[in-house]
T-cell receptor, first 116, second 114 residues
């Protein structure tokens, strides 16, 4: 069963503007973790941000923030003040849930293009 | 701190040949993962080790894929014999412990099977 859904195959954003990348997940468990990774054309996956299912505050890391809406089962990534170097694939991932705490499930990714 | 190391970075082989990939995780990371990423898709977990024991290999095609982590540090993933559909990037990742923290990924090995 699909655990992570990213419905935007590709996105364009103007440099210096903010952009939101969507991610929804599927679980009935209460304990899980949500991650966002960036994958530039070089291929390496770079960890961006983490949100635990019990965290009450939305996670933030510099220009990245995670808009966590538990009831909607969404974990959207917001990138503020986009830069040309943000052009890459972005993957949402979930660890868990429940007894499957050692499993990671990745979405299909969103390709972000930042225009000058 | 050194990151996750993988080699080779690129490999081209013919179908039915064998190939091996090597991964050295971040020092002190007990958990090691091998993923297969087919072009245009997200990574798919093949196998996960905790120290030198297998935690999960439910998605590893065991008729042709094998992996080991004998001393609980570096790991080798082997494909024998390779098929055309094995063309993908093979990513290795590590984390401190099972179920804790984020995973750190290596640069990957891009395999092309012709």
């Amino acid at each position: 069963a699909q655990k992570i859904t990213q419905t935007q195959p590709g996105m364009f954003v103007q440099e210096k503007e903010a952009v939101t990348l969507d991610c929804t997940y599927d679980t009935s468990d209460q304990s899980y973790g949500l991650f966002w990774y960036k994958q530039p054309s070089s291929g390496e996956m770079i960890f961006l941000i983490y949100q635990g299912s019990y965290d009450e505050q939305n996670a933030t890391e510099g220009r990245y923030s995670l808009n966590f809406q538990k009831a909607r089962k969404s974990a959207n990534l917001v990138i503020s003040a986009s830069q040309l170097g943000d052009s890459a694939m972005y993957f949402c991932a979930m660890r868990g849930p429940g007894d499957n705490f050692n499993k990671f499930y990745f979405g299909s990714g969103t390709k972000l293009n930042v225009k000058p | 701190e050194a990151g996750v190391a993988q080699s080779p970075r690129y490999k081209i082989i013919e179908k039915r040949q064998s190939v091996a990939f090597w991964c050295n995780p971040i020092s002190g990371h007990a958990t090691l993962y091998w993923y297969q990423q087919i072009l245009g898709q997200g990574p798919k977990l093949l196998i996960q080790f905790q120290n030198n024991g297998v935690v999960d290999d439910s998605q590893l095609p065991k008729d042709r894929f094998s992996a080991e982590r004998l001393k609980g540090v570096d790991s080798t993933l082997k494909i024998q014999p390779a098929k055309l559909e094995d063309s993908a990037v093979y990513l290795c990742a590590s984390s401190l412990m099972v179920g804790q923290g984020e995973q750190y990924f290596g640069p990957g090995t891009r395999l092309t099977v012709t």
